[in-house]
């Protein structure tokens, strides 16, 4: 069984400020991947960045990096320079590597920039 | 390039009557997922395939069926729709071990 967990509910962080969403996340598969997904108000599913279990350097696309702590089951967003735009729920989620790849989801923290 | 798309968008049904949702994708990928989401709840996997002629359960599969009798399609259905069943329905697709990516989601009401 894979398990994600989100504990912050909600976050507010000032506009062009940095912020950190965390997942903490269970897996007995020695190989998997991690997700983030953006989900603005309007609904649809946008993924922002994957890291796999195996990779050695933090992924990083644009504004977003993920800090990866294998040891400590981490897999914290890191957001720079907050827009506007970026108000939304952010779920991470967690895709094993076996035959049927399945994909769990955390509860999502919803994120408010703050002009 | 469409991508994955989900039909309907919105619907409205009684206790008891069924439907079927169509998912469709047209990036030739190998898996395909049907998640609902509710408040407070995340998105929660129904069913999904790894193949054509393939389905598994997920974490939520009662009250549900699908079927994948083409590649490209995967057919979600509820024989008897209950209050409970109401919440947003999302469709995904992946290649296996890459990102998967969703259709805009069904917005269920039950009756």
């Known amino acids: 069984a894979q398990k994600i967990t989100q504990t912050q509910p909600g976050m507010f962080v000032q506009e062009k400020e940095a912020v950190t969403l965390d997942c903490t996340y269970d897996?007995?598969?020695?190989?998997?991947?991690l997700f983030w997904y953006k989900q603005p108000s309007s609904g649809e599913m946008i993924f922002l960045i994957y890291q796999g279990s195996y990779d050695q350097q933090n992924a990083t696309e644009g504004r977003y990096s993920l800090n990866f702590q294998k040891a400590r089951k981490s897999a914290n967003l890191v957001i720079s320079a907050s827009q506007l735009g970026d108000s939304a729920m952010y779920f991470c989620a967690i895709k094993n590597s076996g035959g049927y790849q399945k994909v769990t989801f955390g509860t999502g923290t919803k994120l408010q920039v703050i002009p | 390039n469409a991508g994955v798309t989900q039909t309907p968008k919105f619907r409205v049904l009684k206790t008891g009557q069924s439907m079927t949702l169509l998912c469709a994708q047209d990036m030739n990928h190998e898996y395909m997922y049907w998640y609902r989401q509710d408040p407070g709840m995340g998105l929660r996997l129904i069913h999904y395939?790894?193949?054509?002629?393939?389905?598994a359960k997920g974490e939520v599969p009662d009250g549900y069926n699908v079927s994948r009798l083409k590649k490209q399609n995967f057919l979600l259905g509820l024989e008897s729709a209950a209050p409970s069943q109401t919440s947003v329905y999302f469709c995904?697709?992946?290649?296996?071990?890459?990102?998967?990516?969703f259709g805009p989601g069904t917005r269920l009401t039950v009756l």
């Open positions: 395939s790894v193949g054509e002629g393939t389905t």
């Open positions: 897996t007995s598969d020695p190989s998997y991947g």
């Open positions: 995904a697709s992946s290649q296996p071990l890459l990102t998967q990516y």
